[in-house]
């Protein structure tokens, strides 16, 4: 089974700084997707980057990037020129490629980031 | 386009009682899929529909269960509530690419 390990309960970071977010997985297949959430005090969850394992290439969206390490099984997020409104409940989560009737995300226990004026 | 729309908001309800929520997904959308999110166990995949049936089930006991309708709007029951049912319980609906998906704001359930 697959598993989503995020070992930074907590993360802060000031104003204008970078951060990054640290995500393992454990997984036997070889093509899977790969998520960042943000998850405001709104509740809402917010798609912040993907990435397909069978691409080689970073993600990047705007002042967010990923780190995949595919052999080591590593998915961290960088955060630059952090904001105030980056603060926020960060997930990281996973899911098969093809994943026929079995769709579902599993999800790291994610990293409360807080950013500092 | 809407987003992908939840109620109630907030729900609460006693011991033994039961429970329906809603969740209607963006417009097109055929999929939508349900999570348990509480701070001890984290977020858990309850089930997704497609097209009104059932294609993935969590592992969650039967109390739990859900439907889906031909405009695709889906709900979730469950039944017989327990204390540890209270949760924030996330709706997402995908419109059939393989990866994208978009999630509502939830129902804040508090079981008393």
């Known amino acids: 089974a697959q598993t989503v390990t995020q070992s930074q309960p907590e993360m802060s970071v000031q104003e204008a700084e970078t951060v990054t977010l640290s995500c393992t997985y454990d997984?036997?297949?070889?093509?899977?997707?790969l998520f960042w959430y943000k998850q405001p005090p709104s509740r809402q969850m917010i798609l912040v980057i993907r990435?397909?394992?069978?691409k080689q290439q970073n993600a990047t969206e705007n002042r967010f990037s990923v780190n995949f390490q595919k052999a080591a099984k590593s998915f961290s997020l960088k955060i630059s020129d952090s904001q105030l409104g980056d603060a926020a409940m960060y997930f990281c989560?996973?899911?098969?490629?093809?994943?026929?009737?079995?769709?579902?995300?599993?999800w790291g226990l994610g990293t409360s980031l807080a950013v500092n004026p | 386009k809407a987003g992908v729309t939840q109620t109630p908001r907030y729900l609460i309800k006693t011991r033994g009682q039961q429970v329906t929520l809603s969740c209607s997904p963006i417009?097109?959308?055929?999929?939508v899929s349900w999570y348990q999110q509480t701070p001890g166990q984290g977020l858990q995949f309850l089930f997704e529909y497609f097209s009104e049936t059932q294609r993935n089930k969590g592992n969650f006991p039967g109390r739990f269960s859900g439907r889906q309708f031909s405009n695709s709007r889906s709900e979730m029951n469950v039944s017989t509530l327990e204390l540890g049912d209270s949760a924030l319980y996330l709706c997402?609906?995908?419109?059939?690419?393989?990866?994208?998906?978009?999630f509502g704001s939830g129902t804040r359930l508090t079981v008393v």
């Open positions: 990435q397909e394992a069978y």
């Open positions: 997402a609906s995908n419109g059939g690419l393989n990866y994208g998906y978009t």
């Open positions: 989560a996973y899911r098969r490629y093809n994943a026929g009737n079995n769709r579902k995300l599993i």
């Open positions: 417009s097109g959308h055929r999929s």
């Open positions: 997984t036997s297949e070889s093509d899977y997707y």
